[in-house]
C-alpha cells in the first residue's frame, strides 16, 4: 500500500524553465512533508519541508505547494539549472510520531537539458 | 566538519553470513535510522532509535538487528535470515525535541550477496 506516490518517474526540462515535481498522499495523519534530492552513490539532501498548517513554503528557486484538500504536494524550481538534475524524493511524517516515521515516495528523476 | 559516515561504500558476502554495515554521527543528534533503497522504489525505514540503549522497529526490520550502545554509532547487521539482502543502505540521523527536524543522510552502502 503505497501511502506517498510520485507518478512520474522522470521528468526532463529546458534549462531555464521550471520545473513541476508531485506527489500524493493517502493518510490523512500525515502532517508534515519533505522533499529530498539525490545524486547517484550519495545519500538524500534534505531541500525543503512544509507544516499542514501552512500551503506554501519558499527557499530560494524552491517553493512547496501543500493543497491538503487534494493530498498533494508539488515542487517548483524556478529557474531550472544543470545541477538540478537528480532525482527527487518526496516524504511524509504523521504528527503523532514528529520525524520518526518517514514514509518515502518512489521518487522522480529530473533531468534539465542545457 | 559534521556529518554522518557509512562504511564501507561497497560490500561483498557471500550468501548465508551475517554482515555488519556500520555508521557513525558527529552531529550530536539524538535519534539514528536505517533505510533501505531498492530499484524504482523509495525509501523504506528498517529500525530507528531515538537514544542511547533504546530502538524500534521500522516497516521491514526481519532479518536485521542493531544497537545503539552510543549516541554516534548505529550499527546495522543484516543477518542471513534476511531473504533477499542485496540494497543500497542508508543511514540517517536527526535532532530531537525540536519541532519537526529534518533527516540528514550518509552516502549510504551498497550491499551485494554472492
Known amino acids: 500500500d503505497q501511502q506517498v506516490k510520485q507518478n512520474s518517474p522522470s521528468l526532463s526540462v529546458q534549462e531555464g524553465r521550471i520545473s513541476i515535481l508531485n506527489c500524493d498522499y493517502t493518510?490523512?495523519?500525515?502532517?508534515?512533508f519533505l522533499w529530498y534530492k539525490k545524486y547517484p552513490a550519495e545519500g538524500p539532501t534534505f531541500l525543503i519541508s512544509i507544516s499542514s498548517i501552512k500551503d506554501k513554503n519558499e527557499d530560494g528557486r524552491f517553493t512547496v505547494f501543500l493543497n491538503k484538500s487534494a493530498k498533494h504536494l508539488s515542487l517548483h524550481i524556478v529557474p531550472s539549472q544543470p545541477g538540478d538534475s537528480a532525482v527527487y524524493f518526496c516524504?511524509?511524517?504523521?504528527?503523532?510520531?514528529?520525524?520518526?516515521?518517514?514514509?518515502f515516495g518512489t521518487g522522480t528523476r529530473l533531468t534539465i537539458i542545457p | 566538519d559534521g556529518g554522518i559516515t557509512q562504511s564501507p561504500k561497497y560490500l561483498f558476502r557471500k550468501e548465508g553470513q551475517n554482515v555488519t554495515l556500520s555508521c557513525e554521527q558527529n552531529?550530536?543528534?539524538?535519534?539514528m535510522y536505517w533505510y533501505r533503497q531498492d530499484p524504482g522504489q523509495g525509501l523504506r525505514l528498517i529500525y530507528y532509535s531515538q537514544i542511547v540503549n533504546d530502538f524500534q522497529k521500522g516497516d521491514i526490520a526481519e532479518g536485521y538487528s542493531v544497537s545503539r550502545e552510543k549516541k554516534e554509532s548505529f550499527p546495522l547487521t543484516v543477518t542471513s535470515a534476511q531473504k533477499n539482502p542485496t540494497a543500497f543502505y542508508l543511514c540517517a540521523s536527526s535532532i530531537k525535541g525540536f519541532g519537526y527536524q529534518p533527516q540528514h543522510f550518509g552516502d549510504g552502502t551498497r550491499l551485494s550477496i554472492l
Open positions: 552531529l550530536n543528534h539524538d535519534a
Open positions: 516524504a511524509a511524517s504523521p504528527s503523532n510520531f514528529g520525524n520518526e516515521k518517514l514514509t
Open positions: 493518510n490523512s495523519m500525515f502532517d508534515y
